[in-house]
């Protein structure tokens, strides 16, 4: 059986492939494991300056895996409140590990984004996409209210109304709508996501990592903090920069107006 999570390196850039193509790269309680374990490690390896999450095949992730919750739809309401739960809370690491990671997660979409699929890109930094993905937040359609921090995500992305919108009505938009509402931030030709993705990801890997852990600390911050309260967390992580290699190096090329080769500290 092949494993349902693909990690492969080139240089400082982890590239992490979603490998269930059969079913669409739906999730399974093994790639949700498999998940967490990759960012993990990723977080203890200070020489990775980039992730990039992608799926095997024609699409990205078809979100849950709904033809194993029908064959188990015989179990009693108890059951399978228990059972979804305690999967749910399983993706919680995943998340978080996500979120606190002190390095940009590209996320490269191709094909069909649907459900814990949105909920994935939505928690990378970034993504680019195919012009011939497309997209559905689908929950509503078995039935389900989102989960994989999609609710949190959304709202903060396109608006309470747009976000309440696509979460009731499930309704599919294709790549063009998605870059207008900022879910993603470049749509590029089908043929050419893969390069474009490589080209990112390497420009994201040579740039000032210890400077995109503070970036992310700090917007993520901003939503729950108070004005004063983010000015000196500004503060903080600018002396904290200030006091690392590649604010030396920086400086340094500007004045001798060449490029920058950060290092990453």
Known sequence: MSQPLLIARQGAVVTLTLNRPEVRNALSREM???????F????????????????????????????????NRERTPAQRRDEFEHFIN???PTMT????????????VRGGVAGFGMSLMMACDLAIAGE??????AYCHIGVSPDGSSTYSLPRLVGMRKAMEIAMLGERFDAAEALRLGLVNKVVAAAALEAETAKLAARLAAGPTRAYGHIKRLLHASLGRDYESQLQAEAEAFADCASGADFI?????????????????
Do not use: W
């Open 90 to 92: 399983q993706l919680h």
């Open 249 to 265: 190096e920086g400086i340094t090329a500007f004045v001798e107006k060449r490029p920058p080769r950060f290092q990453g500290s």
């Open 32 to 38: 949700t494991q498999q998940m967490e374990q990759a």
């Open 97 to 108: 590990l996500m979120r606190r990671l002190p390095k940009p997660i590209l996320a490269s």
């Open 40 to 71: 993990r490690d990723i977080e203890r390896d200070a020489s990775c300056r980039c992730v990039v999450v992608r799926g095997q095949g024609d699409h990205f992730m078809a979100g849950g895996d709904v033809k194993n919750m029908h064959a």
């Open 132 to 137: 011939d993905s497309f997209y559905t937040l």
